[in-house]
């Protein structure tokens, strides 16, 4: 009997040595590269080996201070592990990098040499570094944008200081306490009488003036108003008077209507903002008296006055069964939402109010006010 006997060989075809020395394609010769100082850097060496049985390929990097001639030291780098990027049956490629934790100014003197060999030769490219300058949009274009910003930021503050001025104060008051020389809680700003005759003291904001704050905020909560008809002694200058009452009150509220916006009383708000700017306490509250608000753009208001409504917060009070005349104030009106945020508006403590002291005539004696002879007694 005959037997045939068969074995498999698998064979593989592979290239001859390399010949060449290895090739290192980054960097290409001396390169230059810009870095910023103090900052770290990262050197990257790209080599490619051709193929070898028996490799002996290595990469290395090394840095060489204090001359280019051969003459300075050299010195290893500190080094991560090789990374091959390609490989093919007759070359592979591999990237060797180095790592700088922080760039100085020694290396900025100093050449950087990858150092690449096998067993044909060694092949060596070089990397210096140099300062990165500043890029023309940061050197040039930055400070032109900072500057014509801040202009601009300059230019808006002193258009709408006055806007911002009102805000922070009543946005952000200043502590409230009880000045010296302040003799009511609030100065009430109102029409007394009618603009014209289709409107009535209900409309003009006559009934809020000067029967329910002083009925709520006098009677039920100890506070004490500032009325021109009833605190100031008749005959004085109303110009003086005004002055006086603000300067002495440490609120000054104003009930607006179309009949307000178009009568003398509009000086009294006037005053009341130029004196805001003085006293860092005194505070404006506005508030709207009637179903309707009227369009202060489509009145001639002076610039202070428009601007002053346009951001100051205001409280808006519809006249109801209670306002009109005859009808008396109970104390169920003080627990509507309005007479709330009023109470918030104003001071958290009333003055007190002394027993018997002489009425005060405006703009007379050393300290603007002088006894006129009478006695009148502040009750609440």
Known sequence: MKWTARRTVRVAAIPPDTEFPPRILYPLGNHTEEVELGKPHTLTCKVQFGFERNPSTSVLWWVRFGGNHGNGSL?????????????????????????????????????????????IDIRNATIRLKRRPAGLLLVIIGPVLMLAFAMGVSILVRIYWLEIYLLY???????????????????????????????????????????????VLEKQYGYRLCLLQRDLPPGGVYTEDVLWSIQHSRRVICVLSSCYLRSDCLFELEMGLKALREDPQLRIILVWNGHTLPRPASLSLPPA????????????????????????????????????????????????????????????????????GKISVLSN
């Open 169 to 215: 104060r009543a946005y952000l008051p200043a502590a409230d306490t009880v000045s010296e020389g302040k003799e009511f809680d609030a100065f009430v700003s109102c029409v007394s009488s009618s603009c014209s005759e289709q409107e009535d003291s209900a409309l003009t904001g006559e009934t809020l003036g000067l029967q329910h704050l002083p009925n």
């Open 305 to 372: 006055v428009c601007r002053a409504l346009r951001v100051l917060p205001s409280l808006s009070w519809t006249p109801s069964a209670e306002s009109r005349p005859g009808t008396r104030t109970d104390a169920s009106c003080s627990n509507s939402g309005f007479w709330k945020a009023l109470k918030q508006a104003m001071p958290v403590q009333p003055l007190p109010a002394p027993a018997l002291r002489p009425q005060l005539c405006p703009g007379e004696g050393p300290a603007g006010t002088q006894p006129c």
């Open 75 to 119: 010195e290893p780098l500190q080094m991560s592990v090789p990374k091959e990027v390609e490989r093919t049956a007759w070359e592979h490629t591999v990237n060797h990098s180095a790592h700088l934790q922080q760039v100085t100014h020694r290396h900025l003197g100093a050449t950087f040499i990858c150092c690449a060999r096998n067993s």
